[in-house]
């Protein structure tokens, strides 16, 4: 919860506007009027233009809902309470991100509690456990996990790329387990997306994303344990 509120505190205030405009010295006045900045102008019809627009930077009105202090507060926060769960599991986190951790357990060492109130993690796999875990970078890892029921299955995740069956024929968790361990090639995977033409009609766009490796946050060494940079063990 605390993340969701950085988005609209954090939320960009100058967003473009739409305009449908049918008179001509209403458009004129928009092309002339120093406060703002036309983006396009569209003809619809003979007597219709579709125009996107956005206020000049030292012109447009501040919202009463951004507030970057806010924003930044609530971020810190958010980060803060990850440490304490970091600071609890310690060596035995082998990934992170904003509001998640996977780690090992171990008998006779804590496990991180969860529930369902603020500040609480939730057990995402239901009582099962991760057999098998490999990252490639930040949003980018695969996991073997078994159920309560003892099935198997394998969740894969990476950011950017859809991965329907085609594309995961190509990234799986052979894959990324192959290049994390032998520095493998980047391969390509051709990808599809949605968008909308300046016509406003949606189409099907076809072009290929390169999946890698991405470890570039972190020093690693040859066991594939990694630190911060500039980290320093203490000595007692």
Not at 4 to 12: R, T
Not at 64 to 78: C, K
Not at 112 to 124: H, Q, V
Not at 152 to 165: A, H, P, R, T
Request: charge should be neutral; aromatic fraction near 12%.
């Amino acid at each position: 919860m605390l993340n969701s509120f950085w988005g609209k505190f954090a939320q960009k205030e100058n967003q473009n506007k739409t305009s449908i405009v049918r008179d001509c010295g209403e458009f004129f006045d928009m092309l002339t009027n120093p406060s703002i900045h036309v983006n396009t102008v569209l003809p619809v019809n003979e007597e219709t233009l579709l125009i996107t627009w956005e206020f000049r930077e030292e012109a447009y009105d501040v919202s009463s809902t951004v507030n970057v202090v806010l924003a930044s507060y609530v971020t810190a926060l958010a980060r803060l309470k990850l440490y304490s769960f970091l600071e609890k599991v310690e060596e035995r986190a082998v990934y992170v991100d904003t509001d998640s951790c996977i780690y090992i357990s171990r008998k006779g060492l804590d496990d991180i509690s969860t529930g369902d109130f603020i500040g609480d993690m939730t057990d995402e796999l239901n009582g099962g456990f991760i057999s098998e875990f490999v990252s490639g970078g930040p949003k980018n890892y695969a996991y073997k996990y078994t159920t309560l029921s003892g099935e198997e299955q394998i969740v894969c995740k990476v950011k950017g790329i859809s991965l329907n069956y085609k594309a995961s024929q190509v990234v799986n968790f052979e894959k990324i387990k192959d290049m994390v361990l032998k520095k493998s090639d980047p391969v390509s995977v051709l990808s599809r997306q949605l968008r909308r033409t300046r016509e406003h009609a949606v189409v099907t766009v076809e072009f290929p994303k390169v999946y890698k490796i991405t470890s570039m946050k972190r020093k690693f060494y040859e066991d594939h344990t990694s630190v911060p940079f500039g980290f320093k063990k203490i000595k007692y």
